[in-house]
C-alpha cells in the first residue's frame, strides 16, 4: 500500500511516499480503507519538533531520540472497513467510519487497522450527511474544542472569545459556543475573518490591526486555542468569576494560571482533551442536524503532502486541510 513515510524530524521535506506493507487486523481491530486524512498543526508540530524545549525532550524520549519510531504520521481519518477481526462486534465490512488514532498516528496511508474499542483516538460510524474529506476533518479539532467550552460551562447569552478562531479548532468552537447559546466574538488574521462570519461568529476581531484586550470589553470565557495572547492582557479581560481556557499553554503560563485560580476569583483552565468514542458521537448528532460543518481550506493528493505540510507551515489554513488517497 502507499503511505507518507516519516523516518527523521525535520522540514516537510522529511516525508516521503512509499510503498509499505498492508496491515493484518488483529482479533479485536477492523481493517479500514482510508478516503481522507488531514494535515493538522500537530502533525506539522511533531514532525519538525517546533514546540518547547521541555515538551521536545518529552517528545524525543517518548517517540525516539534521534529518529521517530512511529513511521507514519497523521491522526485523523475517514474510509470504509474493508474486514474485521473475528472478536469485534461493533462494526462490519462497508461500514463508513471517521476516527483520530491519537498518538498512534498512521494515517498518512491507504490502509490502517484500529481496535473497534481504542485506547489510543476514537472510531465511529461517520455522519451520513458528511463526504469522507469533510468526516476525516471533524475529529481533532472537533473534540478538542468541545473538551475546552465544556470545562468552560459556557451558559446561554454569555460573551465567549476565541482567540485563533480561524482554524480547526477554533472554526469548530466558534459553532459549538453558538450551539450552547453564547455570543461568539473571533479573533484572528484578515484572511480568516468571512470564513469565521460564516459559521456564525458575531463579531470578529483583526488581530494584526486590533488587540482585543485594549478595547474595554469583557468576556465570561476566553478561549485562547493557540496560547498566543498575552496571559496578564487576557485575565484583565475577564468578567467577575471569568474563565480562561489556554488550547497551548507553555510553562510560565501554567504557573501563572494555577496562581491566578489560586488568588481571584477568576478560573484558569488547560490540559489536552480525553478522546472519547460518546464525544464523537454527539458531534457526529450535531453534523446530522445541521447544527456544525466543516470548513475546508484546501485539498491536496497524498503524492502532494509535502506542499501541504509546507502550507501548514505557513500559518495560513483557514479551518481544515484534507489530504485525499482515492
Known sequence: ????????????????????????????????????????????????????????LIIRIY????????????????GEIESVGKEVKLFRKGDQVFATSGINFGAYAEYICMPEKPKQGVLATKPA???????????????EALHYLRKGNIQRGQKVLINGAGGSIGTSAIQLAKHFGAEVTGVDNTEKLDVMRSIGA???????????????????????VIGKSV????????????RYLIGNPGLIQMVKGLWTTMTSNKKVMFGSAIQKTEDLIFLKELIEAGK????????YPIEQIVEAHRYVDNGHKKGNLVITLD
Request: aromatic letters at 6%.
Open 1 to 56: 500500500m502507499k503511505a507518507i513515510v516519516w523516518t527523521k524530524y525535520g522540514s516537510p521535506e522529511v516525508l516521503e511516499l512509499k510503498e509499505v506493507e498492508k496491515p493484518i487486523p488483529k482479533n479485536n481491530e477492523v481493517l479500514i480503507r482510508i478516503h481522507a486524512t488531514t494535515v493538522t498543526a500537530g502533525d506539522c508540530e511533531m514532525r519538525g519538533l517546533k514546540i518547547s524545549m521541555m515538551l521536545r
Open 63 to 78: 517517540f525516539g531520540l534521534i529518529k521517530p519510531r512511529k513511521t507514519i504520521l497523521g491522526q485523523e481519518l475517514a
Open 129 to 143: 450527511n458528511m463526504t469522507y474529506e469533510e468526516a476525516a476533518s471533524v475529529p481533532v479539532g472537533g473534540l
Open 202 to 224: 458575531d463579531k470578529v476581531i483583526d488581530f494584526t490591526r486590533e488587540d482585543f484586550t485594549k478595547s474595554g470589553e469583557t468576556y465570561d470565557v476566553i478561549f485562547d
Open 231 to 242: 496571559f496578564s492582557h487576557s485575565v484583565k479581560s475577564l468578567k467577575h468569576n471569568g
Open 292 to 299: 456544525i460543518k466543516q470548513v475546508i481550506d484546501r485539498r
